[in-house]
């Protein structure tokens, strides 16, 4: 997944393999709410 946050740099997020599908699943789901969060800031 590619995150750009405005006015900032571009970062490219990449669980390792290791990680469960559904742990991944849980952490994208959080870091696309703090990026909504930091948007609407």
């Known amino acids: 997944m590619k995150a750009r946050i ?3 740099r ?3 997020i990449d669980f390792p393999k290791e990680v469960s599908q559904e742990k ?4 994208w789901e959080k ?3 703090l990026l909504e969060d930091y948007k609407k800031a």
């Open 10 to 12: 571009e970062f490219i």
């Open 24 to 27: 991944a699943d849980e952490g």
């Open 31 to 33: 870091l696309t709410a």
């Open 6 to 8: 405005p006015k900032h």
